[in-house]
């Protein structure tokens, strides 16, 4: 399973921006009225994607994998800018079915999927929900132009802040302080958990910490993440 989060990276985005933009991203999708959002970025001549922001159920992403969603971004699902918001039944015959199936395992019944081209890359945005649940493609529409302006602003601002930190040892402690586990992170950054623990233990030093939670803290109050 950690091979098919291999190509899982975040470093086209700052790392002091990616706490900023998963809660931008939860506030739209509280908008949309979705149960849960996933942003990343599509790289199709590659075929790999770099995850940015999620609170899909970690089983869900584990499931689909880096290569699922390669092939939603590459459904022809995703709206471009400009286009009406639609929304996705999950049972559609455009989206894979493993990831259909990966998807209503874990509750829901359908999607929201917007391209967000900024520059010369090219992120994805799906939202979710579950039976029931009624979509606002109105406040959709916003959030893509939002959250587009947002991608942007991160992708150009070059993070003056001087930090003794590694982008690694930033990626980590951006996920554990969204509460994934050593094993989580190790599974997204497609490495081992000994790495992950290596990483985090340097960082928790360079910043003077004393362990994980002050890391973090300190890391936040600073900007660094």
């Not at 958990?193 to 300190?218: D, E, G, L, W």
């Amino acid at each position: 399973m950690t091979e098919a989060f291999s190509t899982f990276r975040t470093d086209r985005i700052a790392s002091s921006g990616l706490r900023e933009l998963g809660v931008l991203m939860r506030g739209f999708s509280r908008r949309i009225g979705a149960d849960a959002y996933l942003l990343f970025e599509h790289r199709p001549q590659t075929g790999s994607v770099g995850l940015i922001a999620c609170d899909w159920p970690f089983d869900m992403i584990a499931e689909i994998g880096s290569d699922g969603l390669d092939r939603l971004a590459r459904a022809g699902i995703a709206c471009a800018p400009g286009d009406a918001a639609g929304i996705v039944a999950l049972d559609a015959a455009s989206i894979p079915s493993d990831i259909s199936a990966a998807a209503r395992d874990s509750g829901y019944a359908s999607l929201i999927c917007q391209s967000l081209p900024v520059g010369d890359a090219l992120f994805v945005a799906v939202y979710c929900a579950g039976d029931g649940t009624e979509l606002c493609t109105e406040e959709a529409e916003l959030a893509q132009m939002r959250a587009i302006y947002a991608i942007s602003q991160r992708l150009t601002a070059k993070a003056e802040i001087a930090s003794p930190l590694s982008v690694r040892e930033k990626e980590c402690l951006s996920w554990v302080a969204e509460g994934k586990t050593t094993e989580e992170v190790a599974m997204i950054l497609g490495v081992s958990a000994n790495t992950i623990n290596a990483y985090i233990a340097k960082a928790i030093q360079k910043v003077a910490a004393t362990n994980r939670a002050m890391a973090i803290a300190t890391a936040i109050r600073a900007g660094m993440i």
